[in-house]
């Protein structure tokens, strides 16, 4: 059993049909796995209960109940005192949220809101077993609109991707995981992203060999989303930067803050990573179709995917793209526009929302929020583990665009997949701080974390 998050490397998610074939095949070697799982609750348990009173263990009607009264036997065996029922104990020393796990199926009933209202209620820092009661495992989201606030979760012999995406990171608390000794058997579901190395700089490398970006977008008044992404792309490693920015003459400076960033056009970068869309409004629909036919790499964010949502022919000219060529990032509500439904249907099923999109438009699709989901053609879908609440902040998803650019340029030989993992972890990772950042401190973080 450990902590499990930041993870340092990449890690298998099973979905409960996965979970269920493997649990199954693993019961027929070890018949003994729900004591094995009781006895990891229990020993967590031990290391969290704050005071002297009892440990309540709240127990629902199937083995996720079974896990929770293994783990009342063996803290009774310990010598704890222990309560197991739906009613809390008085001074409760910790809660064991053990009433649904993998077999939630519908919206808790009326008697497990009322135990789940009195474990929150209880004063006691609350661990759920394996999952949050009336979280889904596939998806994060909470069955009927409740699910169990944990200040702990230990999840047992497989990581669920709704423990990561969706509302999942609000209810989880701290992640702990026990694989119960057995070594998944099957291919997962998605992959929970871990950190990638930075593109290497060889010693007698120059500007020439690190690639270079085009940002289009900043319309009037919006030009502060076009820089930043430029910024990004800049403090990533690109060796040129350059800006067509909608809504300032071809005579302006590019960023008076950024003496390095430069003015610059598709006719004059036919090679560059286009990174397209921040601020750009509405006139970036009449540029798209050149954009997506001339360009060997693209980003498109923002307007850019607002333009596509409602256009069939620029869809088309996305679709006859190259496989691996392109990178949508849309938050749920560009998602929701592109996929021609509402922003509540994308979040109730993220992953499926982010592999359908990327089936549609022959794209890899980064769909942004807590639990990212990078989706593309043929490929495992991955969720991002890292990021928090200070990445919400405007132009945030800006400075992401801009550093997929600045990573692309300088691989030019991975595959937007690749590259989409790679960026999204390391945007999380130096999102990862208390309180907001500003999007330019996000920018000079993820330069310091390269
Ligand atoms: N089978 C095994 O040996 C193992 C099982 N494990 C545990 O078993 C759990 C899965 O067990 P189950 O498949 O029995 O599923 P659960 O215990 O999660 O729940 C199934 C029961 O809850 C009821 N239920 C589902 N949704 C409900 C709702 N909204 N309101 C009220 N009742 C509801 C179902 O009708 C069923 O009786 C895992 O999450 C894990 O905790 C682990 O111990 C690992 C080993
Ligand atoms: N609570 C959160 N947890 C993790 N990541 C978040 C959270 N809120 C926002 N983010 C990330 O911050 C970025 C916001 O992007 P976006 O919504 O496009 O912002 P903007 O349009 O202002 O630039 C995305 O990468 C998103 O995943």
Redesign the pocket.
């Known amino acids: 059993m450990h902590a499990l998050l930041p993870t340092t490397t990449a890690l298998p998610l099973f979905d409960v049909a996965a979970s269920r074939r493997i649990?199954t095949r693993a019961?027929a070697r070890s018949p003994d796995?729900?004591e094995r799982?009781?006895l990891a609750v229990a020993k967590l348990a031990l290391a969290l209960r704050r005071g002297a009173g009892p440990v309540w263990v709240a127990c629902?009607?199937?083995?996720?109940?079974?896990?929770g009264r293994v783990a009342a036997r063996r803290l009774a065996e310990a010598g704890v005192p222990v309560h197991v029922g739906d009613e809390p104990p008085t001074a409760p020393s910790l809660a064991i949220d053990?009433l649904?796990?993998?077999?939630?199926?519908?919206?808790?009933?009326a008697a497990?809101q009322t135990t789940i209202a009195a474990m929150q209620a209880c004063g006691a820092a609350i661990l759920a077993?394996?999952?949050p009661s009336?979280l889904l495992a596939d998806t994060g989201q909470p069955?009927?609109g409740l699910a169990v606030q944990a200040d702990h979760t230990l999840t047992?012999?497989t990581l669920k991707p709704g423990l990561f995406t969706g509302e999942g990171r609000a209810h989880v608390g701290r992640l702990w995981f026990d694989d119960?000794g057995v070594a998944p058997d099957e291919a997962p579901t998605a992959d929970l992203l871990g950190p990638s190395p930075a593109p290497a700089r060889g010693a007698t490398s120059h500007k020439g060999s690190h690639g270079q970006v085009l940002v289009v977008g900043g319309a009037a008044g919006m030009q502060g989303a076009a820089r930043l992404a430029a910024r990004a792309a800049l403090a990533c490693g690109a060796g040129r930067v350059y800006v067509d920015l909608l809504g300032l003459p071809a005579g302006e400076v590019a960023d008076a803050g950024r003496p390095e960033l430069m003015r610059g056009t598709l006719a004059e970068l036919p090679r560059a990573v286009g990174v397209i869309g921040c601020g750009a409004g509405a006139a970036i629909a009449d540029r798209l179709p050149t954009l997506l036919q001339r360009l060997p790499r693209l980003v498109l964010d923002a307007d850019a995917l607002n333009a596509v949502a409602a256009s069939p022919a620029l869809q088309d000219l996305l679709r006859a793209r190259p496989a691996g060529a392109t990178l949508l990032t849309p938050h749920p509500l560009e998602a929701a526009r592109l996929l021609d439904r509402n922003t509540a249907a994308v979040q109730a099923d993220r992953l499926a929302a982010a592999r359908e999109l990327s089936a549609r438009l022959n794209c890899c699709v980064v769909l942004k929020g807590s639990g990212s989901v990078v989706a593309s053609p043929a490929k495992r879908p991955a969720i991002c583990a890292s990021g928090g609440p200070a990445l919400a902040i405007a132009g945030s998803g800006d400075v992401l665009a801009g550093w997929l650019g600045g990573l692309w340029a300088q691989q030019p030989d991975a595959d937007a997949h690749a590259i989409a993992c790679a960026a999204v972890d390391a945007h999380g990772r130096a999102g990862e701080v208390d309180g907001v950042l500003r999007a330019g401190d996000l920018i000079e973080r993820l330069a310091a974390l390269r």
């Open positions: 649990e019961l796995l729900m799982a009781g629902g009607p199937g083995n996720n109940g079974g896990d053990a649904l796990g993998l077999g939630l199926n519908r919206a808790p009933s497990l077993v394996d999952l009336g069955a009927g047992l012999l119960l």
